[in-house]
């Protein structure tokens, strides 16, 4: 039993400098770099209006999406505008998972999945916006 859990704990040592080598690869590239530190501004810009919405709003049930057809389409508790960047930073985390699993030579799907997560970002604080318009009007 010893002998294959010393053999287990080897394996997870070589894989984790696998991952800690690509980490640092990934974080020398000017442009990764950029994207990732770009994206979590946004994220962290993100969390700021949401917990401002919290606090700013007195009431309990809240509209959370207008649509121009129907109307208001979801209420629901403040406390809700939290999921939005927290839907944000695990998006984040699955890009880099993603950039992590398809790294390649030329690093273009790590450029893509990385400058993804900007774009997802910035259409979440575009959301975080609207919730401001429809409550703040």
Do not use: C
């Not at 590239?29 to 919405?53: P, Q």
């Not at 208001?72 to 695990?90: A, E, N, R």
């Not at 984040?92 to 774009?119: E, G, H, P, R």
């Amino acid at each position: 039993m010893k002998v294959n859990l010393s053999n287990l704990t080897q394996i997870f040592h070589l894989q984790n400098e696998g991952l800690k080598e690509t980490i640092q690869e990934g974080w020398r590239d000017k442009k990764v770099r950029y994207f990732v530190l770009s994206s979590a501004i946004i994220n962290i810009l993100g969390w700021a209006v949401s917990i401002f919405l919290n606090f700013r709003i007195d009431e309990k049930i809240i509209p959370l999406h207008h649509n121009i057809y129907f109307g208001i389409s979801l209420i629901g508790s403040p406390k809700q505008i939290y999921f939005i960047p927290l839907l944000g930073l695990i998006l984040i985390l699955i890009n880099l998972i993603f950039s992590y699993l398809v790294k390649q030579k030329d690093n273009f799907f790590v450029y893509l999945f990385t400058a993804s997560s900007i774009l997802i970002n910035f259409f979440l604080l575009l959301g975080l916006g609207s919730i401001i318009l429809i409550n703040f009007r």
